[in-house]
C-alpha cells in the first residue's frame, strides 16, 4: 500500500487569519457544555483577550452566538442552527439516505447513521434514525468521532491506499474502552474491503455493537459508510448478518442514486 493521508482541501497559501479564529471560537462554543467568558476562550484558544472579544461581538451581530449580559458569557446563537438545517434540507446525501435509515431502524430497533468524514480525520453524524426502545446510547447529528475508530474506520482504512505503517501510527492514536491488537485489527480491515461490510462488537464501547457498510463515492468525495448502532446482547448471530446484508445492500444503492451528485 503507498504511503497517503486522508483526503484534506488543498493548502491556503494564507489562511486569512480572523476567519481560522472566529471558527475555532465557534468550535470551541459547540463543544462546551456551558456559555463562557471571554477570558476563558481567550486562554483556551491562546488569543488575545481585546481580539477574542472582537470576534465574539462580530459573530453576535451575526447571530452566530449570543452574549449573556447578566452573567458576561457567551453560547452559540440560534444562527448557527438556520445554516446547518438549509445545508441538511438541501443534501443529495441526507435526501438519497433518510428512506433507508428508516426502514433499518424500523426493522432491527437500532439507531442508524448516515456518516461523512469531515476533511479533519473525523467522521460526523449527518443524519440519524433512532431505535424505537430507549437505548443509551447517545448519538446526534453532528456528533463526531476519530476516522479510523469503530465499524465505521475499518472501512474508512479498507477504502484508502495507507502503508502498515501509517496505519499503525494513526491506530495508535485512537481511543477504545476495549482496544483490539493491532493485526486483528488489520484482518477486520481486509474484510471490510471484501465483503462490504465492518463490525465492531464491543471495541469501541463496551456492550455495544456496531456494523458499518461504505458508500462508493468518487476518489475526490469524502468518504461517507452508514452504520447501526445497538446493544451487543440485541443482536444474535443470525440478526447480525441479516443487518450487515440490509446495510450493504442500502449503501449498494446509495452509491447509485443520482441526487449525490448534487452534494
Known sequence: MAETTLPHPAPLA??????SRAAAILRYLGRSGAPIGVNRIARDLDLVPSTALHILRTLAHEDLVVFDAASKRYHLG??????ARDMLQRSGYVQAVQGELDDIAAAFDVAVMAVELDGRDHMVVVHLARARSDLSIQVNIGSRFPALISATGRCVAAQGDWSRAELARRFRRLHWQNPPEFETWLAEVAAAGRDGYAVDDGNYIRGVIVLAAPIEVPAWRPSRSLAAVGLAGQLDAGQRRRLADRLRAAAARISRDPALDDT
Open 14 to 19: 494564507k489562511p486569512v487569519t480572523a476567519v
Open 78 to 83: 440560534t444562527g448557527i442552527l438556520g445554516i
